[in-house]
């Protein structure tokens, strides 16, 4: 595309500048890979302790998965939240750009790989199940976030 601006080094510090913009063409492409896989993804989704994940989705059997969003590596450096997603979600990733210095990130969680068009799953989420309940009161916060998100036109 002509026009199309490149995101810079997602390892470089100048990234930092770009973060809003990174983040959100990051997302969309989380989204559009969610979609495809038959998932329903929903942007910043607020978990019951107060932590807004950067998109969360629900797949046909109710189960829910989170993908933290990061920009560059001061985003990730500076980010101690992320370990309270884990007890809200069955699979939980850390979404990058490809050029996104990955061994800084814990092995131990999924990988997804984005940009502004689209995204690959690089590693797989480690499955955990959520407790009944637990699920219940996940998915109605869900669904009650998604209609109003839908009636105010965001």
Do not use: H
């Not at 950067?54 to 450096?77: P, T």
């Not at 939240?81 to 990058?96: G, T």
């Amino acid at each position: 595309m002509e026009n199309a601006k490149a995101l810079p080094d997602a390892g470089d510090d100048a990234a930092a500048r770009f973060r809003p913009q990174t983040t959100l063409s990051l997302t969309r492409g989380v989204a559009r890979m969610f979609v495809n896989m038959g998932l329903s993804p929903l942007a910043e989704f607020t978990l019951a302790n107060g932590r807004r994940a950067d998109i969360a989705a629900l797949d046909r059997r109710g189960r829910v998965v989170i993908a933290e969003v990061k920009s560059c590596r001061a985003d990730f450096e500076s980010d101690a939240k992320w370990p309270d997603y884990l007890d809200f979600c069955d699979r939980f990733y850390f979404a990058v750009s490809p050029e996104f210095p990955q061994d800084i990130l814990p092995p131990s969680e999924g990988l997804i790989l984005a940009d502004a068009y689209g995204a690959m799953i690089a590693r797989e989420a480690e499955a955990r199940a959520l407790a009944p309940a637990r699920r219940k009161a996940v998915t109605l916060r869900f669904a009650r976030q998604a209609a109003l998100k839908a009636l105010s036109g965001a």
